[in-house]
């Protein structure tokens, strides 16, 4: 049976993960996976390297985000509600997806930053085309 990690942290989510792209290709490879997914923690700062490396080992990328959203609105600012935030994981399905997890994460950088990059579930809605949601993590919305 295939297994592929949809939720995987690099040395590009800081404080949280610690693996480098070249690492995590190759135990990908060395455990027999043929997809894995990077879903470094509000940015996709890794995404090409790990792209065009995990590729050149005959592994299919899965670009990813874990996102933060905000509790309220991305636009509330206010101590006590505005940096209450839960985290969701997006997966590329395909091109139309990654523009707009693209989208979402400039969004989240430019209008919902406080503390962290932070979506709202109106912007998740109107970027939603191409993307699968994942909830499972321990921060996710309960």
Excluded: W
């Amino acid at each position: 049976m295939k297994f592929t990690h949809l939720h995987v942290h690099s040395h590009y989510s800081l404080l949280d993960g610690l693996i480098k792209i070249d690492d995590l290709v190759a135990k990908t490879k060395e455990l027999g996976m043929d997809s894995i997914a990077l879903t470094d923690h509000g940015a996709i700062y890794g995404a090409v390297e790990f792209f065009q490396k995990a590729k050149k080992a005959g592994i299919k990328p899965i670009i990813g985000c874990e996102v933060y959203v905000a509790s309220e609105s991305m636009a509330d600012k206010n101590p006590g509600t505005g940096n209450k935030r839960f985290h969701l994981t997006l997966l590329v399905k395909n091109k139309i997806g990654y523009k707009n997890l693209v989208q979402l994460i400039t969004r989240a950088n430019l209008d919902g930053f406080y503390y962290k990059p932070r979506v709202d579930k109106n912007l998740l809605r109107r970027h939603a085309e191409g993307l699968i949601c994942m909830s499972g993590c321990h921060q996710a919305e309960k």
